[in-house]
């Protein structure tokens, strides 16, 4: 069975701190994607970053850094130099790839990023 | 621009009371989803549905019913409402057998049972 585990509940920082979110998985599959969700205040997940099991390079966004390693297990999210928007629940998700059909992607219990100005 | 809408964002009941969450998707996903969030609970699957008329439970389905009549339309049904039912309910659609692709999420429905 697949887990996703986001062992830190809340994070509280000061502005322009740069922060790590952690994200660990677990799953027999050799084929996988990861997804990281932000939700702000307002309520809907947004989107962030999706990546596949055989794509380990790290990637870069702007102010947010994905740090993907299969040895580990782990799917860490940076945010650098914070800003009090950035302020939200980050879900990380894994969905496994079946052959053909619907599939139920799993989600982390959140952690909660609260950015101080 | 693809969208999730959900019929309330915020919903006020008595317990025992019938509730009707409803979910539309307009971009002709097959899959559906709907979530309860709690506080350090995360979000947990209730049902799913993989087509029109098709149910699947998910982690917590006790208490809840859905309904598929039509491809855009999914709804989450409280039979008799409880307070433990005070949640937020995530609605969620996806394309069939598509891994790669993300979950579509409504703006959710804030409900208190009292």
């Known amino acids: 069975a697949q887990k996703v585990t986001q062992a830190q509940t809340e994070i509280s920082v000061v502005e322009k701190e740069d922060v790590t979110l952690d994200c660990v998985y677990e799953?027999?599959?050799?084929?996988?994607?990861l997804f990281w969700y932000k939700q702000p205040p307002s309520g809907e997940l947004v989107f962030l970053i999706r990546?596949?099991?055989?794509?380990?390079q790290n990637e870069i966004s702007g102010r947010y850094s994905w740090n993907f390693q299969k040895s580990t297990s782990s799917f860490n999210f940076t945010i650098t130099a914070s800003q009090v928007v950035d302020s939200a629940v980050y879900f990380c998700?894994?969905?496994?790839?079946?052959?053909?059909?619907?599939?139920?992607?799993?989600f982390g219990r959140g952690t909660s990023l609260i950015v101080h100005p | 621009d693809v969208k999730v809408t959900q019929s309330s964002r915020y919903l006020v009941k008595r317990t025992g009371e019938k509730v009707f969450l409803e979910c539309v998707q307009d971009?002709?996903?097959?899959?559906m989803f709907w979530y309860r969030q709690d506080p350090g609970l995360g979000l947990r699957l209730i049902y799913f549905?993989?087509?029109?008329?098709?149910?699947e439970k998910g982690d917590i389905p006790e208490g809840y019913s859905v309904s598929r009549e039509k491809k855009e339309r999914f709804s989450l049904i409280l039979e008799s409402a409880s307070t433990n039912q005070t949640s937020m309910y995530l609605c969620?659609?996806?394309?069939?057998?598509?891994?790669?692709?993300?979950?579509?999420f409504g703006p959710g429905t804030r409900l208190t049972v009292l």
């Open positions: 971009m002709d996903h097959e899959n």
């Open positions: 969620a659609s996806l394309p069939w057998g598509s891994v790669t692709d993300t979950q579509y």
């Open positions: 799953t027999r599959d050799t084929t996988y994607y």
């Open positions: 549905s993989y087509d029109v008329k098709m149910k």
């Open positions: 990546r596949n099991s055989f794509d380990e």
């Open positions: 998700a894994l969905s496994e790839a079946k052959a053909g059909g619907s599939y139920i992607p799993t």
